[in-house]
Nanobody, 125 residues
Framework: QVQLVESGGGLVQAGASLSLSCVASGRTTNYVDMGWFRQAPGKERAFVAAIRWTGGLTSYADSVKGRFTISRDNAKNTVSLQMNALKPEDTAVYYC??????????????????WGQGTQVTVSS
């Protein structure tokens, strides 16, 4: 079983930056991808970015391309999400997740097996 703990959320103004981190512990050896998802009030959980544990393949939602960067530190079992030029529409609870099998894409929430508890990101206008 894997435990995921996110940190780094907060309240910022539009245009600012935030960095989120997710530390994985437990039985992580069988997991292949780690992703970030977000859920705004009244909306479904949406894909943000993902990275392959081996090789570093990345994928981003169109809405964050060019503004967000996902990275990993395999030695520390940590994945980070650097968020720049934040917009009010980025406001959401951000979750990290891991999955044990690859799929056609990296952005399907149902394909992820383990989830963190989430961290709130609020961007004011």
């Amino acid at each position: 079983q894997v435990q995921l703990v996110e940190s780094g959320g907060g309240l910022v103004q539009a245009g600012a930056s935030l960095s989120l981190s997710c530390v994985a512990s437990g039985r992580t050896t069988n997991y292949v991808d780690m992703g970030w998802f977000r859920q705004a009030p009244g909306k479904e959980r949406a894909f943000v970015a993902a990275i392959r544990w081996t090789g570093g393949l990345t994928s981003y939602a169109d809405s964050v391309k060019g503004r967000f960067t996902i990275s990993r530190d395999n030695a520390k079992n940590t994945v980070s999400l650097q968020m720049n030029a934040l917009k009010p529409e980025d406001t959401a609870v951000y979750y990290c997740a891991m999955r044990r099998t690859t799929g056609r894409t990296m952005g399907v929430p149902a394909e992820y097996d383990s989830w963190g508890q989430g961290t709130q990101v609020t961007v004011s206008s």
